[in-house]
């Protein structure tokens, strides 16, 4: 697979994974098997693996702290690790949070995450969530996590321009983190450009549109039990029903390229900027393997046009995360 630098020479494959769902948010879950998938990921090339504190309050990272555990040693070596800290989840709760970005709060993570993963130093460390009004003094601390060795480079989730800047002045952010495609393009308006102007590595969460843009969930009956998506905004029955205009636009230029809707859709990111590394999250090979093979499709200049302009002529229907979701986005 083809590399990208996303910032400060921190350089992984075009194409990484988003562990996320191997833990919680997207139905049942299997270790075994997922176990087994993270095998596939060096066999294809994907040495990027995006986890977080957050993600099954821990589970994520132990997880992937067991299959590191289980590698060579120039086989681990090849693999960059992201993960994050900012956001304090009670145990009682299935979905309230609350930001904390204070030294003491990150500290604490930073140590936790570098037991759970098993790691001597983190790649990529993130705050989750962003409290605006202590930036400076969190960005301080993360500093000083990379000058004693505990953490490699530094990532924003979910920011403002207006923060990012701040945070990059007090130290350097290697990659903003947040979700981009084509049904959800706000950081298009300014974000976007502040990140190409400043050099900084875009990380696109949710590439997929949380896997509505492979056309393959077209009803709110096809998601399992246990799903979030099932009382997401845009997969409710009448959301879903007129989001599905989208993948009329999509599906022509799928077949002109003999490749997936989903391929297409991460083949348009890829193309919107030269440090940009998406991390499609999925518990099967076959998707695996598909958003890989999106690596290798270039588009030509008149569907980019068209994919561009695709909220020109759609309107998506439905927000994307529930008001306790959207705590600490773009602040």
């Known amino acids: 697979m083809l590399k990208r630098e996303l910032a400060n020479g921190l350089t992984v494959s075009s194409i990484g994974y988003g562990a996320m769902g191997l833990s919680e948010?997207?139905?049942?879950?299997n270790d075994l098997q997922s176990l087994k998938l993270l095998d596939q990921l060096l066999e294809l090339g994907v040495d990027f693996i995006d986890t977080a504190n957050f993600y099954g309050r821990g589970h994520n990272e132990e997880l992937i702290g067991y299959y590191l555990s289980k590698l060579q040693p120039s086989q681990r070596h090849q693999i960059k690790i992201a993960t994050k800290c900012g956001i304090d989840r009670p145990a009682e709760s299935a979905y309230a949070r609350s930001i904390n970005n204070t030294p003491d709060y990150i500290r604490k993570?930073?140590?936790e995450s570098l037991q759970r993963l098993?790691?001597?130093c983190i790649d990529l460390f993130y705050l989750h969530r962003v409290d605006s009004k202590i930036i400076e003094q969190?960005?301080?601390?993360?500093?000083?996590?990379?000058?004693?060795?505990?953490?490699?480079h530094v990532g924003l989730c979910e920011v403002s321009s207006k923060t990012l800047l701040k945070a990059?002045?007090?130290?350097?952010?290697?990659?903003?983190?947040?979700?981009?495609?084509?049904?959800?393009?706000?950081?298009?308006?300014?974000?976007?450009?502040?990140?190409?102007?400043?050099n900084i590595g875009l990380v696109p969460y949710s590439p997929l549109g949380r896997g509505f843009l492979?056309?393959?969930?077209?009803?709110?009956?096809?998601?399992?039990?246990?799903?979030?998506?099932?009382?997401?905004?845009?997969?409710?029955?009448?959301?879903i029903n007129h989001n599905r205009n989208i993948l009329d636009i999509?599906?022509?230029?799928?077949?002109?390229?003999q490749a997936t809707p989903g391929q297409i859709a991460l083949a348009w990111l890829l193309a919107q900027y030269e440090h940009i590394v998406p991390i499609p999250g999925t518990k099967k090979r076959q998707y695996l393997q598909e958003n890989v093979q999106a690596s290798e499709i270039i588009l030509e200049r008149e569907d980019?046009?068209?994919?561009?302009?695709?909220?020109?002529?759609?309107?998506?229907?439905?927000?994307?995360?529930?008001e306790e979701g959207m705590k600490g986005v773009n602040v």
């Open 25 to 29: 948010f997207y139905g049942e879950t």
């Open 138 to 152: 969190s960005m301080d601390c993360l500093g000083q996590l990379v000058k004693e060795g505990k953490i490699a």
């Open 118 to 120: 098993g790691v001597e």
């Open 304 to 322: 980019l046009t068209t994919l561009n302009n695709i909220l020109l002529q759609f309107e998506v229907k439905g927000q994307r995360y529930s």
């Open 214 to 239: 492979t056309g393959k969930l077209t009803r709110n009956s096809d998601l399992p039990d246990g799903d979030f998506r099932k009382t997401n905004d845009r997969f409710l029955d009448g959301n």
């Open 109 to 111: 993570c930073c140590d």
């Open 168 to 198: 990059h002045s007090v130290f350097p952010v290697t990659a903003l983190q947040t979700e981009y495609s084509l049904w959800t393009r706000d950081i298009e308006e300014d974000i976007l450009g502040t990140l190409k102007t400043n």
């Open 250 to 257: 999509i599906q022509p230029i799928a077949q002109k390229y």
